[in-house]
């Protein structure tokens, strides 16, 4: 069974702080696709990145990176320098290499003060 | 990218009333639809999962005669919530797969009243 846990339920910061969320998964797929989401106030769900399980390269986009540490099963993400409109739900999610469920975890919002 | 239109974005439907939704993708063959629901300040659960053309598979909970899904065509799938009662608000979205990608609706907030 696959299982995502996102330990942090809310995180408050001020603008221009970093913020780091963590996510920690379970599977005994051994080829699997990680996957960050944002879930803006709208609903919709913005796709972030898709890692699979044998590139472990950290990655950077903008002001987002990602540090994926396969001897740990973490795969957390880092927002930095925030802006307000950071402010979202952001999902971890896992799928295994045959079927391409998903599954979240608890999601983490995080709320950027000006 | 490629793009999954889902549709209503928002709907308010009378308890005991059935409500239909729909995911077209625009320029993709979706050979595969997963559904998922999420309540509020929840997660997103899989609801179920329908290849084109075969009955959808559902997850353990959901009742397939309540939430109805067809995939009778590989650019849109439908899922119809039947005789909906308030505790089937929720937002639902769908995902559709081609090949080694996948992507999500839009989502839709249904309100049962």
């Known amino acids: 069974a696959q299982k995502v846990t996102q330990a942090q339920t809310e995180i408050s910061v001020v603008e221009k702080e970093d913020v780091t969320l963590d996510c920690v998964y379970e599977?005994?797929?051994?080829?699997?696709?990680l996957f960050w989401y944002k879930q803006p106030p709208s609903g919709e769900l913005v796709f972030l990145i898709r890692?699979?399980?044998?590139?472990?390269q950290n990655e950077i986009s903008g002001r987002y990176s990602w540090n994926f540490q396969k001897s740990t099963s973490s795969f957390n993400f880092t927002i930095t320098a925030s802006q307000v409109v950071d402010s979202a739900v952001y999902f971890c999610a896992l799928s295994g290499n045959n079927d391409y469920k998903l599954s979240f975890g608890a999601g983490t919002t995080v709320t950027v003060r000006a | 990218g490629a793009v999954v239109s889902q549709h209503p974005s928002r709907v308010i439907c009378k308890s005991g009333t059935s409500v239909k939704i729909e995911c077209r993708s625009l320029?993709?063959?979706?050979?595969?639809m997963f559904w998922y629901r999420q309540f509020p300040k929840q997660s997103l659960m899989l609801m179920a999962t329908?290849?084109?053309?075969?009955?959808?598979?559902?997850e353990q909970g959901v009742e397939k005669d309540k939430f109805l899904i067809n995939h009778a065509s590989l650019t849109l799938s439908t899922l119809t919530v039947t005789s909906a009662h308030p505790e089937d608000s929720s937002f639902y979205i769908c995902?559709?797969?081609?090949?080694?990608?996948?992507?999500f609706g839009q989502g839709t907030r249904l309100t049962v009243v």
């Open positions: 599977t005994r797929d051994t080829t699997y696709y």
């Open positions: 320029d993709f063959q979706a050979t595969t």
């Open positions: 890692r699979n399980s044998f590139d472990e």
């Open positions: 329908s290849n084109e053309g075969s009955k959808a598979t559902y």
């Open positions: 995902r559709g797969k081609e090949g080694t990608e996948a992507f």
